[in-house]
């Protein structure tokens, strides 16, 4: 199990996205949603993509001339195999990624120590809520900005059809060493799905 499923007493949802058979909870990024990020959000520096499944998010961001050091705990073909972001002491200038949903705690309070510069996430807009959460994440280390998907993300298992569209809300939440102030609400640009899909 994984250790930050009963993180300060409270359970995470039972609803969970579906496991393929090379390793939990591998749903590429699509990549209009990365590049949503890219374009409104700059970075400065070498990029950590540290849970990086088959690349798609990491090819996003070398295209815009971003250096990127890519890992992923299970071997997808792409970038450093083996290597647990969790357990890690490996530190980085940014870190960038969709982490594991049942981990995306435990990613925080990791990247939060390894990032020097900035470290953002894709999650769930849910993330913000949880008095858990407001305690142990936002009341002491909120994001600098969260930037609001209005446009619905889907995900699909590897070689799945894709079909349908998503149903649940995500956004960027990035967190910024050099940030002042409170943080700040932001929804990122339409037509990105349209563009880039």
Known sequence: MDATYNLNGGFKPTTKRFADLNGPDFFPTPRWATKALVD????SGTIWECACGDG???DVFEDAGYRVESSDLYDRGYGEAG???LSSDRTAQNIVTNPPYNAAEGFVFRGLDAAHSKFALLLR???LEGKN???SIFNTTPPARVWVFSERITFYPA?????GSGTTA???????KSHVGQ????WLPTGYKARYS
């Not at 070689?159 to 079909?163: H, I, N, S």
């Not at 943080?183 to 932001?186: H, V, Y």
Request: proline share 6%.
């Open 133 to 135: 959460r407001q305690h």
């Open 159 to 163: 070689g799945a059809e894709r079909k």
């Open 183 to 186: 943080p700040e609400l932001r």
């Open 83 to 85: 290597h647990d972001f």
């Open 40 to 43: 409104n959000e700059p970075f």
């Open 125 to 127: 807009l849910a993330f």
């Open 56 to 58: 798609a998010m990491s």
């Open 170 to 176: 995500y956004a960027w939440f990035v967190w910024d």
